[in-house]
């Protein structure tokens, strides 16, 4: 069964972005287990709530550190929260619609692995240099 495990390419060393992305990756990886052996549980749709508002949080929170440390390219990331927010929305209204399928939940299974990890790495690590450049002026 394919999960997507933290790895310490992804840290930024921000420990509250840290924490946040590794408890959305672990919420995300039991939500796609759960789905797949039970995908009739009636757990699964506060299970996708829960993953949906950490997902918006965890995004204001960041938005918050970059304009707090008058990031350069905010309005770049916030671009790229803005599709990553709008992929979600898709993919919960899918999961919901389709009660939890396969089909379903490789959607967000294929969105986690790519978008997700992708902005992860180029944009959020980006940001993490340009934090620990500026604290440590
Ligand atoms: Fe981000
Ligand atoms: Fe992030």
């Known amino acids: 069964m394919p999960t997507i495990p933290w790895d310490k390419k992804f840290a930024t ?16 990886n039991l939500f796609y287990a759960k789905c797949k052996i039970h995908p009739a549980s009636t757990e ?27 990031y350069p390219y905010f309005h770049h990331h916030l671009a790229s929260h803005d599709r990553l927010r709008a992929s979600m929305r898709e993919i919960g209204h899918f999961l919901r619609k389709a009660s939890f399928s396969d089909q379903a939940v490789q959607e967000l299974y294929d969105f986690l692995s790519s ?23």
């Open 13 to 28: 060393e921000i420990p509250l972005i840290d924490s946040q992305h590794k408890h959305f990756l672990l919420k995300a």
């Open 115 to 137: 978008p997700f990890i992708d902005h992860l790495l180029f944009e959020d690590i980006k940001f993490a240099r340009y934090w620990k450049e500026k604290a440590s002026l």
């Open 44 to 70: 699964l749709e506060a299970d996708l709530s829960l993953l949906e508002q950490l997902f918006l949080s965890h995004c204001l929170n960041e938005e918050g550190f970059q304009k707090e440390s008058h």
